[in-house]
């Protein structure tokens, strides 16, 4: 084996992956768009991991195929134990991406990885060669596999169901193209696991999840430009888009408006009042049902547009948003209006105004607040 052979048998191997590699580091390092760091952050793990572990699972590959050797090259211990070790942490990096707000979750997911990487540590140090516990080289170089050398394995598609089911449970009240982009990702991978631990198909499980990195990155950063920076929400040229998109379907909406934003930000900052705003958008987007979404359409105002939504679902809407903001010192104005047959959304925003400006006067009347100070 020689450095010539291995570099020709790493291209021909993983040429696709190099590729998309390429791709993505220049859209990450040309375009500052997505500005979160645990993201980048997460997106540079994933370039960088799958580079080395094709680069290992070759030089793992070359070395097994000269044959029976006298000796077992040390330089095979190192490469199989790194994609072993590591290879379960490329889709925890794309979990980590794509969950980075649960942090707690992403802790406990961590210590079967570091349980992992110690169990197959023993290629080191192995008494027993030809009964391992994980895998072995025999003194021949022959690979022989223990009870337990699917763990890698098994530990990549644990990961891969957890995040499946995890996405499925948390996805009320989220925006179902989040949900489908993440589910497509996932299944890629997973598929890719399974035809790897089958024997089925060979170099396929680290550009799949490179692959899914690229593909998860792209849907980010279309979403720039639909997005509030600040909340996260869809923005108002979004808002005014849904409304021709789903008019047909849109049964009712939902106005809300921020009490006292101009009152925290003369007396505390900007900063409060951000985080007041952050806040509530975070309650309105669990309160809502995949049918509703949620918009920023101005510096304290918010819409929620309800579709094949009947009056209850509407209301319920409301009022959960009501009690959850009631646990928080921030609070909301809300009016809704249901659509009557066919009429025009144009007046059903008037009329959700009208009822959202009627409870925030009740509730400047009850404070005795300036309404003027918003």
Same mark, same amino acid.
């Given at each position: ?11 021909? /191997? ?19 768009? !997505? ?9 540079? &793990? ?14 793992? &590959?070359?070395? %097994? ?10 330089? /095979? =211990? ?102 489908? !982009? ?13 035809? +790897? ?13 490179? &692959?899914? %990195? ?32 789903? @008019? ?52 304290? +105002?918010?819409?929620? !547009?309800?579709?094949?939504?009947? +009056?209850?679902?509407?209301? @319920? ?6 009690? +959850?903001? @009631? ?7 809300? %009016? ?23 409870? =925030?006067?009740?509730?400047? /009347? ?9």
């Amino acid at each position: 084996m020689t450095f010539t052979s291995t570099f020709l048998s790493f291209i021909d /191997r993983y040429y696709i992956l190099l590729f998309l590699d390429a791709i993505l580091l220049i859209l990450m390092t040309k375009n500052k768009e !997505i500005r979160d760091k645990h993201i980048r952050r997460s997106l540079y &793990a994933i370039i960088i991991l799958t580079f080395l572990l094709s680069l290992m699972h070759t030089i793992d &590959a070359e070395i %097994g195929d000269l044959g029976q050797l006298d000796h077992v090259p040390f330089l /095979r =211990k190192i490469a199989s134990w790194f994609c072993y070790s590591f290879g379960p942490t490329t889709f925890v990096a794309f979990f980590s991406m794509s969950m980075h707000h649960n942090r707690k979750m992403l802790n406990y997911i961590l210590v079967p990885l570091i349980f992992n990487a110690i169990l197959y540590s023993s290629i080191f140090y192995q008494p027993d060669v030809m009964h391992p516990l994980i895998y072995s080289f025999g003194d021949d170089n022959v690979f022989k596999r223990g009870n337990f050398g699917y763990l890698s394995h098994i530990l990549t598609i644990v990961y891969i169901v957890i995040f499946i089911t995890y996405v499925i449970v948390h996805n009320k009240g989220k925006r179902s193209d989040d949900f489908y !982009i993440l589910i497509s990702c996932s299944s890629e991978s997973l598929l890719a696991m399974l035809l +790897e631990s089958l024997d089925w198909s060979k170099d396929l499980l680290y550009t799949c999840i490179l &692959a899914s %990195g690229l593909a998860y990155y792209l849907y980010l950063y279309m979403q720039v430009g639909r997005l509030d920076p600040l909340t996260g929400l869809f923005n108002r040229a979004m808002y005014f888009s849904d409304l021709q998109t789903y @008019q047909k379907k849109i049964t009712a909406l939902i106005a809300l408006d921020m009490n006292g934003l101009k009152n925290l930000n003369d007396g505390n900052g900007h900063a409060a009042g951000d985080t007041g705003l952050k806040t509530l958008a975070s309650i309105m987007e669990r309160c809502v049902p995949s049918t509703a979404n949620v918009y920023r359409i101005g510096g304290d +105002e918010f819409m929620i !547009i309800c579709k094949s939504l009947d +009056e209850t679902q509407v209301q @319920q809407i409301c009022n959960k948003i009501e009690t +959850e903001q @009631q646990r928080t010192k921030y609070s909301l104005s809300i %009016g809704y209006a249901y659509r009557n047959q066919n009429e025009d959304l144009e007046d059903l925003q008037k009329i959700a105004d009208k009822h959202m400006y009627e409870q =925030k006067t009740l509730y400047y /009347r009850r404070s005795g607040q300036d309404r003027r100070r918003r």
